[in-house]
């Protein structure tokens, strides 16, 4: 279906933004059919966006009114995009029986054939899913990781990440054991979930209260062309951003920042061998940022407006940095960009409506682009930066 209504703004169109941040006309944008049968659905929320070989832009999301999992690549043609849209999973048969609950924390890679691969949790039934397919095949689903607790309550925070030979690795939150779990595909399945991190907390001082072991939230996967793995997430017990490196097999877990509660919302990026993580401080709803290696970050504060920070994302351009994170305060995505040894911030959208939320950024073709979830149209935005 060739359709850009699943996207929209103020009406069933959608608009790329220019460089200066300013809306270019909708002429031309194809609006797809009147009888959208998407038109009223809610849609874009827990999205996940990559860049196909091809030069179009792939996203997989959350359709709230469905309890769904979706898809959609994006043709950009100068300033207008056409969007064609897919059912991945959860969605009614022709009965109109509603499956279940699955898509939220969708999380997304694409491996070099064309193989698309989307994490994303079975909210129904506690379990951490996969949805793979072939460039020009079709959708099949599984079970990825059913957790390590006596119930079922995994697949929170999916973070899916290929190897170097092109298989899907998933980290995940299981929330029935509270810690951190990786899961890797063997060639038919995935298999041998281990645990991360997930020990309680039991301070050095006995002025400070132990805590049971809550760790693993927000968890972010990079995988380097060598096969090392870092993940980022946050530590609920010890208010910690924490970083895990590892091979798969053995994991060493550092602490980035404990300097009050920070780590939330992290997203994980590489230059070469300088690792960036994007976080926010909770206590001081701040924008942060770790840049250096395993066991030597230096840690600075970005933007420190009010309400500033959730849900970072990281493009690397040009050998710099440039971060998407969310303004509560005006319901605005922002950017921050490098401007010398400093960073400059600027709203990049949100006078259309409440933006921000979910933020994701990818480099399609030569540019970068960033989506996010409209909470006003209960749409996607989508626009350059």
């Known amino acids: 279906m060739r359709c850009a209504a699943i996207f929209q703004l103020a009406t069933f169109s959608v608009a790329l933004l220019a460089c200066n941040k300013q809306k270019i006309a909708d002429d031309g944008v194809d609006t797809g059919p009147a009888e959208d049968e998407y038109a009223s659905h809610d849609l874009g929320s827990w999205l996940s966006m990559k860049a196909n070989a091809d030069g179009t832009a792939a996203i997989a999301y959350y359709d709230r009114t469905s309890d769904a999992l979706g898809y959609a690549v994006g043709t950009i043609s100068g300033s207008s995009v056409t969007w064609a849209r897919e059912k991945v999973d959860s969605y009614p048969d022709e009965n109109g029986l509603n499956p279940g609950d699955s898509g939220k924390y969708a999380s997304m890679a694409i491996a070099a054939d064309g193989t698309t691969w989307i994490a994303y949790q079975d909210t129904s039934n506690g379990t951490l899913k996969y949805a793979t397919k072939p460039k020009g ?47 890797r595909w063997n060639g038919t399945a995935f298999a041998g979930a281990v645990a991360v991190e997930g020990e309680d907390y039991v301070p050095a ?60 919302w992290p997203d994980l990026a590489m230059d070469g061998a300088m690792l960036y993580i994007s976080y926010h401080d909770v206590e001081k709803q701040d924008l942060k940022l770790a840049k250096g290696t395993p066991g030597n970050f ?51 959208a949100g006078d259309e409506g409440a933006l921000g939320y979910f933020n ?11 989506a996010c979830y409209d909470y006003t149209s209960r749409k996607v935005w989508f626009g350059s930066l």
């Open 360 to 370: 994701e950024v990818a480099t399609i073709g030569s540019k970068n682009y960033a």
């Open 298 to 348: 230096a840690i600075e504060t970005l933007d420190s407006g009010e309400l500033k920070g959730a849900d970072s994302a990281i493009v690397i351009s040009a050998g710099a940095a440039h971060i998407a994170y969310f303004d509560g305060l005006g319901n605005d995505i922002m950017v921050a960009s490098p401007s010398g040894s400093n960073f400059t911030y600027s709203k990049l």
């Open 205 to 264: 001082d006995t002025a400070t209260a132990a805590a049971d072991a809550q760790t693993g939230e927000y968890c972010k996967l990079l995988i380097d062309s060598s096969g090392k793995e870092y993940l980022a997430f946050y530590d609920r017990a010890q208010t910690a951003l924490k970083l895990a490196t590892g091979t798969g097999t053995s994991w060493s877990v550092e602490v980035v920042d404990d300097s009050g509660d920070v780590g939330q």
């Open 137 to 183: 095949g079709s959708w099949t689903t599984g079970i990825a990781d059913i957790g390590g607790g006596a119930h079922s309550d995994a697949g929170y925070w999916a973070s899916i990440a290929l190897d170097p030979s092109g298989s899907p690795v998933i980290a995940h939150y299981d929330a029935g054991k509270k810690n951190l779990r990786v899961t």
